[in-house]
């Protein structure tokens, strides 16, 4: 944050110049409050200690003879100082011997005199020496002085208040005329600049007054706004480029439009041609196919006895390809729709639905049943029937492909991602040669043999379009006789195309 002031150059300098004089006049008058209240402690010291010594030598031959009243009379001559407020003297052993107070009240001294030394308690100073004569310490002398430190405080501070007061005055009359040699040329260049900006006339230039860094700043000035001039005259040049481009750029882009529209036409008559197609493939084809498969069943139902084995062995035959054709083109039809079906995003428990697709697949499984072990799977937004489809296929690979071992186990887990979670179904069956994964997905391509695991090659390639279609991905590991694990990922938001 700029601690300085909002407003000209001229009140900026005179703020800085009175504020440096301030902190100057402060650190200095610290100083100067410093040393004064360490000699004022000095002096009110000395002054004390000069006292004692002189009531101890007036009060020694007192202290001889033991005459207390001699010794009262030499403590009331303190009346003269009034800063001293009490004073006592004690015998050798310690015992009050006579006593002072200003005020006539009973005095607050200690009843064993101290140790020679002066301390300061409250708003008084205290001092204590020994009274010596010869070689023989023959007393002790106590006083109490006022000890005013506050007052001092506070005249040392209006004095110091009045000469900073005056120290700016003079200060702020002094650089006030100083600083106008230094502003006026930067007035001067600030007028300039303004006219500029307002009238986007880069022909003005500043006046050079002097030879310093002003100089500098005004030759600055007025070759930036000749460079400015320049700079000017090639952006207007560059505006009535750019507005033929951007004339062009709408022409072009009229074009474009047309020719999406003429495109997007083709691509909805190519969609309906491709659907009127697919129709036309499901009734021709499944027409002849239900005759094949109809006399099939009838040849075999009217005349089963009649022939041998491989005549039977070759019905059975043109009855399961019959079979496969129709599995062919129900699931040729299906992946054709998938891709005008639009999605229709919910919260989906993943859990729960691979759990259900399990169960669905396992309730009348021939063979052993495979352990199912799943893990704790993130929540997803996608369409509910095109997942359930995703989860019922590669459940159901991983069934078919496991159940030729011994105890087949089917895992089901996922690995939550920052911006998607991945889930993945891992069995431990026949695997695959991993040099043929990219085959894996497409249509119709299988990497077994159809009499040792059926199928028509179609479920990946549905699982592969559904998931890319939610913005995911697909991908699968394994290794021949290890089983293997498909992946499918899932964006935090699921969306359609």
Known sequence: MNPLPTGSVRGKLLFITLVTAACALLI???????????????????????????????????LQFLDPDAANAYLSLLKAKRNITSAAIYTPNGTLFASYSADGRAVSFPELPEIDGERVEGNELILFRRIVAGDEIIGTV?????????????????ILGGVMLVSLAAAA?????????????????????????EERNFSLRAPKTTSDEIGLLVDAFNGMLEELGRRAERLEHSVREQQRAEDELRQLNAELEDRVEARTAQLEAANRELESFSYSVSHDLRAPLRAITGFANLLWEDHKDRLDAEGQRKIGIIRGQADRMGALIDDLLAFSRLGRKSIEPVAIDMSEMARASFERLTRDGAGPEPELRIGRLPPATADRNLIEQVWANLLANAVKFSS?????????????????????VRDNGAGFDPRYRHKLFGVFQRLHDETEFPGTGVGLALVQRIVTRHGGRVWADGQPGEGATFHFSLPRESADE
Request: aromatic share 6%; no cysteine.
């Open 28 to 62: 200095s008058g610290g100083v100067l409050l410093i040393y004064e209240l360490r000699d004022f402690r000095s002096a009110g010291v000395a002054d004390l200690t000069a006292q004692a010594e002189v009531i101890g030598l007036a009060a020694a031959p007192a």
């Open 142 to 158: 106590g006083i109490k002085a006022r000890y005013d430190v506050a007052g001092r405080l506070l005249d040392y501070l209006g």
């Open 173 to 197: 009359m002094i650089s006030g005329r100083l600083q106008r040699t230094i502003t006026q040329p930067i007035s001067t260049v600030t007028s300039v600049a303004r006219r500029v900006i």
């Open 404 to 424: 030729k071992t011994e105890q087949p186990v089917v895992e089901v887990g996922a690995i939550a991602e920052e911006r998607e979670n991945i889930y993945y």
